[in-house]
């Protein structure tokens, strides 16, 4: 299984700089919206971010990110997580909900200044905590809130019938953003942002599929700083032209053989959200030549993948490169509501684990990953559900598994000796030994 | 002053097998297990287990591996300088510093387990101080998958030693105690072994007998370890390793609830289950030190 021990050439990559820039910048502008004579509008990563964009210049205040990004910070994380549990949220709730809350109550934005007030909060109900989170986020800050439920179900089944029924809460929630904000709305605008979101998931989608190559040109640590600017700012026409850059930059390094690591000999995948105030994790286990050359999560919280002629999984369509007709508002909501009843975080992770396991099947077929590290991750229930039947799926197929017990976002619930102990023994059963000490 | 009973401490203690002659060896090798609870050394002449010691673990792990290789070496004439090579495991194995490799205990566990019962072993689990383990290995003790219990200490040989003192009975005869009731109780949580301790107490106040609540404990931590090892996939060639295999009231009512009995110790073995790791090591060591010199 593991191959004998070889250097690659590797080289940094150029657009990592710029993917630093691109999100820093979103969360000035987050702060600074209101002085730029911008709408700030707050909700989930996974919100249909591009719909207020028919109310003219926005910047969309995700919470997960920025949840996460708080979570790095162990002081001020700490502070965050206390402020929501001392307002009697219990402590098994949401990681980043926590973050999030916390910030707002103690009124501490962590780029600066206060919290930023949103103009109003909108959310897709696809995880029932989140529905809640920002119920409560404009509860708090005496902010219009707009849901969206999200349907869900088994893939491919229903479809027209789901259709309709998101568009028709798009059509209603444009009604309410025209009126909760004065605004008129402009479906050009709307177009653009549906065509950039798309064309950002779909280039994203690309550009994982060119991990498949050995060695793999990314890792996940570098994975997670490139795909957030899918996640920030997706319907922005910068994130198109970023992803255009990155997806060249990605495809030069297969064809002259770049490794993002250099001593690639093993190569891993992981499932959920990582701890992310301790992302050493995987510059640990390249000390012993793995690569962690991506997950589900990483993959397809921005992206999406669909089987291709010639059954290899591949970057889906955008609605303009199918043909669909984006010509009148129904046509673009259409269309708008098809991509997101179609996305596999929605419907395979929060949803139905046996599609996920399926769907991880093949991607460590094809991405030809020796093992899977599941972190059973107590931070987000939906993440969490179903990843021990994903881990029987894979053991069943053969597959090494490691699982560790963790929390994306609140690091008492990680045990940092205890994790490294089992790498160290799932690595010295895959037959790995430490390149460097 | 009055002196406290500590009925948690057990027994350390030491063995040399009389049938092997050390001078007469090529090779001499240990492993050393340093646990959270106890830290085993067990030297290996040539093939043949030469000796063992069993101490438990103090407040740094340098002196505490010390400790159970002096033990282990005490009477045989040999001496540290004796023993060529000196593999490290357990929780405190990076803190070695005589010994030439640090392995993982999962690892240790597996192949110990493998020259203690033998080829046949598919399934092991290690019950220690402060961890449980599921291992799966192949005919060789390589370690093919694994799984650790979650981070609290109910289910462990920590829990049980709380429950020891909790009901002033000696560690050793918890087992025994434990099967001395008229009808099994409901097992106390298994969560954590604070609450199960809370329990534990209430359960006296309510008139259980001391015998009741070890019952109900011991049922617990067996209960615990069956959900791990049916995570795992249980194959029925399996074995105990670790302090609490030598608790027969955790071991009974895990074969009960598992429906298989494990595979019991081979007639003519005379090593302690507890050393399985450390077993593990040396011979783990055995081989390092064949390859460095196959090497030059």
């Given at each position: 299984m593991v191959t004998s021990i070889k250097k690659y050439q590797t080289r940094p990559l150029d657009s990592f700089k710029k993917a630093v820039e691109l999100r820093k910048e979103y969360y000035q502008n987050v702060r600074e919206a209101k002085q730029q004579g911008k709408l700030l509008i707050t909700g989930g990563a996974d919100s249909m971010v591009a719909l207020p964009a028919g109310l003219g210049d926005y910047v969309f205040f995700e919470g997960e990110p920025y949840g996460a990004t708080i979570s790095m910070d162990p002081e001020f994380s700490g502070k965050c997580v206390e402020a929501a549990e001392a307002k009697n949220f219990a402590r098994d709730m949401c990681a980043y909900m926590r973050n999030y809350w916390g910030s707002m109550f103690l009124n501490k934005y962590y780029f600066g200044g206060e919290f930023?007030?949103?103009?109003?909060?909108?959310?897709?109900?696809?995880?029932?905590?989140?529905?809640?989170?920002?119920q409560q986020v404009g509860e708090y800050m005496n902010a219009p809130y707009f849901g969206i439920d999200m349907p869900v179900g088994t893939p491919g089944r229903n479809v027209e019938a789901k259709v309709k029924y998101l568009t028709s809460q798009m059509n209603d929630a444009i009604e309410w953003m025209q009126k909760v904000t004065g605004r008129k709305y402009d479906d050009d605008k709307l177009r653009e942002a549906v065509r950039n979101e798309c064309k950002s998931s779909t280039l994203w989608s690309e550009i994982v599929c060119y991990n498949k190559a050995i060695p793999a040109p990314l890792e996940q640590r570098l994975i997670f700083t490139l795909f957030i600017i899918c996640i920030l700012r997706r319907y922005e026409r910068k994130s198109v032209e970023f992803y255009e850059t990155l997806r060249d930059e990605v495809k030069q390094r297969v064809a002259d053989g770049i490794a993002a690591v250099a001593t690639e000999r093993c190569r891993l995948m992981d499932d959920s959200q990582p701890p992310w105030y301790f992302l050493q994790l995987y510059k640990y286990m390249e000390k012993y030549g793995v690569s962690?050359?991506?997950s589900h999560y990483s993959f397809f919280l921005g992206g999406s993948l669909e089987e291709m002629p010639d059954g290899s999984l591949g970057a889906p369509k955008t609605p303009d490169e199918m043909g669909m007709p984006m010509k009148t508002r129904e046509d673009i909501l259409r269309a708008y509501a098809l991509w997101y009843i179609k996305k596999p975080i929605i419907s395979q992770m929060f949803a139905l684990p046996h599609f996920k396991s399926e769907t991880m099947l093949r991607l460590v077929k094809e991405w030809k990953v020796n093992g899977v590290i599941f972190h059973l991750n107590r931070g987000c229930e939906g993440t969490a559900m179903g990843q021990m039947e994903n881990r029987l799926a894979l053991t069943k197929a053969g597959i090494p598994v490691m699982t560790y017990e963790g929390n994306m976002a609140d690091r008492r619930e990680f045990d940092e000796a205890q994790t490294l102990r089992r790498i160290d023994a799932f690595m010295e059963s895959l037959g790995l030994s430490k390149l460097e000490s | 002053m009055t002196t406290q009973v500590e009925y948690w401490r057990w027994t350390e203690s030491r063995y040399t097998n009389p049938e092997v002659d050390w001078r007469k060896a090529s090779t001499i090798t240990a492993g050393i297990d340093v646990g959270?609870?106890?830290?085993?050394?067990?030297?290996m002449a040539d093939n043949e287990i030469l000796a063992y010691g069993l101490m438990r673990t103090g407040s740094n792990s340098p002196d505490s591996a010390l400790n159970a290789i002096n033990r282990a070496i005490e009477g045989t004439g040999l001496t540290m300088k004796d023993i060529k090579f000196i593999v490290g495991t357990g929780y405190g194995r990076i803190n070695i510093p005589f010994a030439?490799?640090?392995?993982?205990?999962?690892a240790c566990h597996a192949r110990g387990a493998n020259y203690i019962w033998g080829p046949v072993v598919r399934t092991i689990l290690d019950m220690g101080g402060q961890d449980c383990k599921a291992?799966?290995?192949?005919?060789?003790?390589?370690?093919?998958?694994?799984?650790?219990?979650?981070k609290c200490a109910a289910g462990t040989g920590r829990g049980m030693e709380v429950f020891a003192d909790l009901l002033q009975v000696p560690i050793t005869q918890v087992g025994e105690m434990s099967l001395q009731v008229d009808k099994e109780p409901p097992p106390v949580s298994s969560t954590c072994v604070v609450f199960a301790k809370s329990e534990g107490i209430g359960l006296l106040r309510q008139g259980w007998s001391k015998n009741m609540v070890l019952?109900?404990?011991?049922?617990?931590?067996?209960h615990r370890v069956v959900t791990l090892l049916e995570r795992i996939g249980m194959e029925k060639e399996f074995v105990l390793t670790g302090g609490i295999s030598k608790n027969i009231g955790v071991v009974s009512r895990l074969e009960k609830e598992l429906g298989i009995q494990a595979v019991p110790l081979p007639k003519d073995q005379k090593f302690d289950p507890q050393l399985a790791g450390a077993i593990g090591g040396a011979l783990f060591a055995r081989d390092l030190l064949a390859k460095s010199r196959k090497a030059f």
């Amino acid at each position: 299984m593991v191959t004998s021990i070889k250097k690659y050439q590797t080289r940094p990559l150029d657009s990592f700089k710029k993917a630093v820039e691109l999100r820093k910048e979103y969360y000035q502008n987050v702060r600074e919206a209101k002085q730029q004579g911008k709408l700030l509008i707050t909700g989930g990563a996974d919100s249909m971010v591009a719909l207020p964009a028919g109310l003219g210049d926005y910047v969309f205040f995700e919470g997960e990110p920025y949840g996460a990004t708080i979570s790095m910070d162990p002081e001020f994380s700490g502070k965050c997580v206390e402020a929501a549990e001392a307002k009697n949220f219990a402590r098994d709730m949401c990681a980043y909900m926590r973050n999030y809350w916390g910030s707002m109550f103690l009124n501490k934005y962590y780029f600066g200044g206060e919290f930023p007030k949103p103009d109003f909060v909108m959310q897709l109900g696809f995880c029932d905590t989140h529905a809640k989170w920002m119920q409560q986020v404009g509860e708090y800050m005496n902010a219009p809130y707009f849901g969206i439920d999200m349907p869900v179900g088994t893939p491919g089944r229903n479809v027209e019938a789901k259709v309709k029924y998101l568009t028709s809460q798009m059509n209603d929630a444009i009604e309410w953003m025209q009126k909760v904000t004065g605004r008129k709305y402009d479906d050009d605008k709307l177009r653009e942002a549906v065509r950039n979101e798309c064309k950002s998931s779909t280039l994203w989608s690309e550009i994982v599929c060119y991990n498949k190559a050995i060695p793999a040109p990314l890792e996940q640590r570098l994975i997670f700083t490139l795909f957030i600017i899918c996640i920030l700012r997706r319907y922005e026409r910068k994130s198109v032209e970023f992803y255009e850059t990155l997806r060249d930059e990605v495809k030069q390094r297969v064809a002259d053989g770049i490794a993002a690591v250099a001593t690639e000999r093993c190569r891993l995948m992981d499932d959920s959200q990582p701890p992310w105030y301790f992302l050493q994790l995987y510059k640990y286990m390249e000390k012993y030549g793995v690569s962690v050359v991506g997950s589900h999560y990483s993959f397809f919280l921005g992206g999406s993948l669909e089987e291709m002629p010639d059954g290899s999984l591949g970057a889906p369509k955008t609605p303009d490169e199918m043909g669909m007709p984006m010509k009148t508002r129904e046509d673009i909501l259409r269309a708008y509501a098809l991509w997101y009843i179609k996305k596999p975080i929605i419907s395979q992770m929060f949803a139905l684990p046996h599609f996920k396991s399926e769907t991880m099947l093949r991607l460590v077929k094809e991405w030809k990953v020796n093992g899977v590290i599941f972190h059973l991750n107590r931070g987000c229930e939906g993440t969490a559900m179903g990843q021990m039947e994903n881990r029987l799926a894979l053991t069943k197929a053969g597959i090494p598994v490691m699982t560790y017990e963790g929390n994306m976002a609140d690091r008492r619930e990680f045990d940092e000796a205890q994790t490294l102990r089992r790498i160290d023994a799932f690595m010295e059963s895959l037959g790995l030994s430490k390149l460097e000490s | 002053m009055t002196t406290q009973v500590e009925y948690w401490r057990w027994t350390e203690s030491r063995y040399t097998n009389p049938e092997v002659d050390w001078r007469k060896a090529s090779t001499i090798t240990a492993g050393i297990d340093v646990g959270s609870v106890s830290s085993k050394a067990a030297v290996m002449a040539d093939n043949e287990i030469l000796a063992y010691g069993l101490m438990r673990t103090g407040s740094n792990s340098p002196d505490s591996a010390l400790n159970a290789i002096n033990r282990a070496i005490e009477g045989t004439g040999l001496t540290m300088k004796d023993i060529k090579f000196i593999v490290g495991t357990g929780y405190g194995r990076i803190n070695i510093p005589f010994a030439g490799k640090a392995i993982t205990e999962i690892a240790c566990h597996a192949r110990g387990a493998n020259y203690i019962w033998g080829p046949v072993v598919r399934t092991i689990l290690d019950m220690g101080g402060q961890d449980c383990k599921a291992i799966h290995c192949d005919e060789k003790g390589k370690v093919t998958a694994f799984l650790m219990n979650d981070k609290c200490a109910a289910g462990t040989g920590r829990g049980m030693e709380v429950f020891a003192d909790l009901l002033q009975v000696p560690i050793t005869q918890v087992g025994e105690m434990s099967l001395q009731v008229d009808k099994e109780p409901p097992p106390v949580s298994s969560t954590c072994v604070v609450f199960a301790k809370s329990e534990g107490i209430g359960l006296l106040r309510q008139g259980w007998s001391k015998n009741m609540v070890l019952a109900a404990y011991c049922s617990a931590m067996a209960h615990r370890v069956v959900t791990l090892l049916e995570r795992i996939g249980m194959e029925k060639e399996f074995v105990l390793t670790g302090g609490i295999s030598k608790n027969i009231g955790v071991v009974s009512r895990l074969e009960k609830e598992l429906g298989i009995q494990a595979v019991p110790l081979p007639k003519d073995q005379k090593f302690d289950p507890q050393l399985a790791g450390a077993i593990g090591g040396a011979l783990f060591a055995r081989d390092l030190l064949a390859k460095s010199r196959k090497a030059f």
